[in-house]
């Protein structure tokens, strides 16, 4: 079993590495980009099957150290 | 599996055996090998592991000295410098692997040279780097520059070791080849150092630090394809480092160094488990034998062959004294990193590795080494190069050139660069990049002693003159010692050339070698380690010769450091030495005049000698407020430099006879400038009479101006040209720090 | 003054933090690896800076979850003082005890120089040697050091006074020019800069000593 | 409209982040993680309407910058 848990900047908080993204592929000549927000894709393998525990017990994970959600919003998506 | 694959001609080929080799492999063994026994034979002898093409060579150089404690032969050099205290300290290059992925190879690069050293029971106390990179308007070159910095930076500050100097040059002849050359000094106990000899018999073999995968298998793309239908999956890749884990290792390893449970220790560098296993039963004369099912491993199906070549970083191979298994696996286990117990050394000499219930190597040791191939390559001199005569060159307004060549990529400011390096972490750093000090200095912790460090080579002479030019390259860096104050002890190097098969490329290394071993045997700077990169070359081109020597010297008075960030208004500066005004293969020839390829400066030993005596003496005696070597750019450049770190003008007079040109710029050898408080003159004078040595009144630390002659520029504004080039041409790039 | 340095695998300024305590308390510091559950008798800890756990993930994040730092959180709470430099103020966000947190430089690079900083409050334990909007000089060496905190929080910090530090020229993109701040109640401070690294011992700067100073005058 | 690219290492490449976050979830006693993954997420706001042209684009921009193809694979989603 494994689940994708998505972390992202909350909307509203400036995000450095995105800015800096964007400036460099608008220098590239990519001018049809507007805006970028970087965030971080976690792929964990788990063992047992149960999807819905494991959404659960994912989701504590994120609230207890995979995001930080003072700034950072996460889902979990569980898949086989 | 790999025992099933048929050994023909083809597979022997792609693991880069010529066929003599094949041959004494095929005695040695009296059968023919298996897959696994023919890697291991091919990484053994391999350029890179066996020094073929150099070896008869780097015989050449003197590698003793009454502070050697260990020369080449080992890990690191180490050498004695009183106290019951010892440095350990390597270069080595990381070419190839920057060129493909400049942050990864960069970091790794930093991360092996640290095993190294510490593998021999130092800790890692300073690192420095030494890069050339193609002409800055390559297409590569930015983004090259961008991620080697990055890499350095990002393995070097992770595990908490000062990246305290290095130098930077840019080169069309480096276009596609870029040298990244990464050294690293570190401080041990004289009777605490640890080899790499495995002796005596059944003693256990423990294996630390990061998992086995599949990472920088070279040469051997078919062999691996034909283990498993998902090729592609398994292609080698290149290695990733991880500071985080190095960083453990290194207190794990110094945790387990004090407990006196170490029999052997090496790293796992190049040619991982198969050198190092390799090396360590061949140093000590005994046999090993290896269950790979043991070894951590972090792919599934991971082939013997596989095991054996991979280059996964950040591991390391430990010979243990009986009955501490136990106590020495704790400590692996509390710095949470993998570590099992592998194997054990037998009386059979050979190397015999198991792998799921099957034997899959058993190879005899002694004569895999003493067979190793050692080629006297042919080589031809390089034709002598023409001589300049500055004569024969347009006068220029000299501060125009000056600012020309202060604005130059080699001798602009590195700022950009070494500001993403942590100099100073552990607290012990005096100098470091920018502190105006033409080496790093490095206090040795709990003592008034400090190490003087510096990297150095001038490529252009080198092309143009291998020897002049391997003298020149070790004589520049016994200066840099002495004009920061320390007694140069000994030096490391790394030495970057094209392809050895070609007579010309052949010739350059041994000459250059010849050069350096001259200049070592003159100064007493003996070559206690190295390293050596051949074949840098792309379609054909090879890279300009780049013999990096890295020197280490000793100040054993803390307060006897000395740089040039420390001139005062009113000084007086003097120069050291005697100028001919050489412009032969100078930076002003090639920037101003773009002339490359005459006769480079030529090198006195003895006079070298005799002058850096002067100026050790005269630093001792407190005479000195600040010293500055005279290398690329001459007399003009390093006053400038000095004007810049102490924030003062300076004013040069012009000379009576020779041109502007040749008495500014000319890059004379064996030359200090000095400022000094004008009251010491008398004294300075009398001991130079008593040394023999040249010294002539050039100028004073006067305003807030650079004056040469009549001519003038505000310091101000010379600086702004001298720190702008680097962010500037960084700019483009800078945006992409996101990748 | 009893003062613990916690080590984390891959604190890397920890000794330099050490060194900084016995060159102004003539002792040793407690060096407490992160494993250990106790933290008894200590009036100070320092969180040191270096890459704790890589700095993989976010600095300080993983390290936050150390079983040594629930014995921090108590050590706080019960008023004990806790400074964390560099990486140890990013651990102190992660965990809470101090609002905001240490966004990547704005310049996407690792950042090592000397800045000037402008002390805004001395009226705490932590900078009570300092004068009023002093100006001083301590390095700075990081990647992730530009400081972000929601709006109300960021008023209420320069409402109390709550901002130790700010930087003369911005080096990071911190909001405010935020270089340190301390807690409410006055006894934790996390900041950027290393005062560690302004001893006095390798220039002729000593700006540093004074925070340790003047927390070893506050806790006699 | 919008483009989803996600940035994840090659399988074989270490990711030394996820060795760390594992070890990190099973001493917080997550035993069931048996393995982490950590990549990217990069969300790009886009000018235009053409899908087709746009994935064309945005795969360019992950070659030049977005991804180190030497060790990272990507793949681009574009959304209204
Ligand atoms: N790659 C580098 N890493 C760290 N420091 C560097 C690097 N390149 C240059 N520097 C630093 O920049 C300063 C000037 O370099 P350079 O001009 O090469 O010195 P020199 O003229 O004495 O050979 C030195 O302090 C050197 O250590
Ligand atoms: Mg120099």
Redesign the pocket.
């Known amino acids: 079993m494994k689940a994708i848990v998505k972390v992202q900047l909350k909307s509203g908080v400036l995000d450095p590495q995105g800015r800096a993204i964007t400036g460099a592929l608008q220098a590239l000549g990519y001018e049809e980009v507007i805006d970028v927000r970087q965030g971080k894709i976690i792929e964990l393998d788990l063992q047992g099957t149960d999807h819905a525990l494991a959404k659960q017990r994912v989701s504590a994970m994120c609230g207890e150290l995979l995001a930080n959600t003072v700034i950072e919003q996460f889902s979990v998506d569980i898949i086989d | 599996m790999s025992e099933g694959v048929e050994i023909t001609a083809e597979i022997i080929a792609e693991h880069g055996l010529n066929p003599e080799e094949y041959n004494i492999l095929l005695q040695q063994l009296g059968r023919t090998p298996n897959l696994n026994e023919l890697g291991i034979c091919s990484v053994m002898w391999s350029e890179h592991c066996s020094y073929k093409s150099s070896r008869i060579h780097l015989a050449k150089f003197p590698t003793t000295g009454k502070k050697v404690i260990c020369g080449p032969g080992e890990n690191a050099g180490v050498i004695d410098i009183g106290d019951g205290d010892a440095v350990i300290f390597k270069m080595e290059s990381h070419n190839h692997p920057s060129f493909i992925e400049p942050y990864q190879g960069a970091a790794t690069g930093v991360g092996g040279i640290m095993r190294d050293v510490f593998t021999m029971g130092a800790r890692p106390i300073a690192l420095?780097?030494?890069?050339r990179f193609g002409e800055p308007g390559h297409y590569k070159t930015r983004s090259l520059v961008a991620g080697v910095v990055a890499g350095i930076g990002g393995y070097g500050n992770c595990v908490g070791v000062p990246?305290v100097?290095?130098?930077?040059n840019f080169d069309a002849g480096y276009n596609g080849n870029i040298l990244v050359n990464a050294m690293c000094v570190g401080l041990a106990k004289t009777d605490s150092i640890f080899y790499s000899a495995a002796k005596g018999v059944g003693n256990s073999i423990l294996y630390v630090g990061a998992r086995t995968g599949r990472d920088g298998i070279h040469g051997a793309t078919m062999a691996s394809a034909e283990f498993d239908d998902d090729a592609e999956e398994k292609r080698p890749t290149v290695q990733v480092g991880d500071p985080f884990t190095e960083k453990r290792l290194i207190e794990a390893c110094l945790e387990l160094m004090a407990t006196g449970n170490i029999i052997a220790i090496q790293d796992m560098g190049a040619a991982g488990l198969t050198s190092s296993s390799i090396e360590m039963a061949d140093k000590g004369g005994v046999g090993i034998e290896i269950d790979l099912d043991r070894v951590p491993q972090r792919e599934n199906n991971m082939s013997a062959y596989e095991m054996m070549l991979s280059e996964s970083q950040e591991r390391m191979l430990i010979v243990l004294k009986p009955g501490t298994e136990a106590e020495s696996r704790k400590i692996f286990t509390k710095w949470e990193l993998d570590v099992d117990i592998i194997g054990k050394t037998t009386d059979t000499g050979r190397l015999v590795l198991q792998h799921q219930g099957e034997m899959v190597c058993d190879l005899p040791i002694a004569p895999l080494s003493d067979m190793a191939p050692k080629y006297d390559r042919p080589w031809v001199k390089t034709a002598k190069a023409p001589r300049l005569d500055a004569g024969t060159l347009p006068q220029r307004d000299p501060i125009d050139v000056l600012c020309r060549l202060m604005a130059s990529p080699d001798?602009v400011s590195?700022r950009w660069?070494?500001e993403q390096?942590d100099r100073h972490v552990m607290g012990d750093t005096l100098m470091a990049?920018?502190s105006g000090c033409?080496a790093?200095i490095v206090r040795i912790r709990d003592s008034e002693k400090a190490l003087a460090i510096s990297s150095?080579c001038t490529p252009r002479y080198v092309q143009a003159d291998p020897y002049r030019g391997g003298k020149q390259a070790v004589a520049e860096s016994w200066r840099?010692l002495i004009a920061a104050g320390a007694k140069p002890i000994a030096i490391t190097d790394c030495l970057n050339f094209g392809n050895p098969e070609r007579p010309e490329i052949m010739g350059q290394l041994v000459q250059a070698i010849e050069g350096m071993s001259k200049a070592c045997k003159k100064l007493s700077y003996p070559v206690v380690s190295g390293n050596v990169s051949l074949y840098n070359e792309t379609k054909g081109s090879a890279i300009p010769p780049t013999p990096t020597v890295g020197g280490v010297g000793i100040i054993k008075d803390i307060s006897m450091a000395i740089g040039f960030s420390s001139a005062r208004q009113g000084d007086m500066l003097v120069l050291v030495g005697r100028t001919r005004g050489w412009l032969g293969s100078s930076i002003y020839a090639r920037e101003i005049e773009n002339l490359i390829g005459h006769r480079p400066p030529p090198v006195s030993l003895s006079t070298e000698l005799q002058n850096g005596k002067f100026v050790r003496k005269a630093i001792k005696k407190s005479l000195l407020r600040a010293v500055h070597d005279l290398?690329?750019g001459g007399l003009a450049c390093a006053a400038v430099d000095m004007a810049m770190a102490s924030n003062v003008g300076i004013v040069l007079d012009p000379h009576s006879t020779l041109p502007d040109n040749a008495w500014y710029f000319g890059e004379d050898q064996a030359r200090y400038l000095l400022s000094i408080d004008a009251a010491n003159y008398n004294k300075l004078q009398q001991l130079s009479v008593k040394k023999g040595v040249l010294l002539s009144y050039v100028g004073e630390v006067k305003g807030d101006d650079i004056r040469l002659g009549s001519a003038r520029i505000r310091l101000s504004d010379l600086q702004i040209k001298w720190e702008q080039w680097f962010p500037e041409f960084m700019e483009k790039i800078d945006a992409n720090a996101g990748k | 003054m009893r003062v613990a340095v916690i080590v984390f695998p891959g604190s890397n300024c920890d000794r330099d933090a050490a060194d900084a305590i016995l060159q102004v308390t003539g002792r040793w510091p407690k060096m407490v690896w992160h494993r250990e559950a106790e933290l008894n008798n200590i009036d100070l800890v320092v969180l040191p800076g270096g890459f704790a756990y890589g700095d993989y993930l976010r600095p300080g994040a993983i390290a936050a979850q150390s079983p040594i730092m629930q014995q921090v959180l108590k050590h706080a709470r019960d008023g004990g003082y806790v400074l964390g430099i560099c990486n140890g103020f990013q651990v102190l966000t992660e965990i809470g005890l101090l609002p905001g947190v240490l966004m990547p430089n704005s310049g996407m690079k690792f950042v090592c120089k000397p800045v000037k900083l402008k002390v805004e409050n001395c009226d705490t334990s932590f900078t009570k040697g300092y004068k009023n909007k002093a100006s001083i000089n301590i390095p700075i060496a990081h990647h992730d050091g530009n400081y972000l905190v929601q709006d109300d929080e960021l008023s209420q910090l320069e409402d109390n006074g709550q901002v130790a530090f700010r930087y003369e020229t911005n080096p990071n993109g911190s909001v405010n020019d935020i270089a340190g701040i301390i807690n409410s109640q006055g006894n934790v401070l996390g900041m950027m800069p290393h005062p560690e690294r302004a001893m006095g011992k390798t220039d002729e700067n000593k700006d540093g000593e004074i925070l340790f100073k003047s927390l070893m005058e506050a806790l006699q």
């Open positions: 420095l780097n030494a890069l990246t100097g290095g130098e930077i001798m590195k660069v070494w390096y990049s920018a033409d790093a150095d840099n290398s690329d």
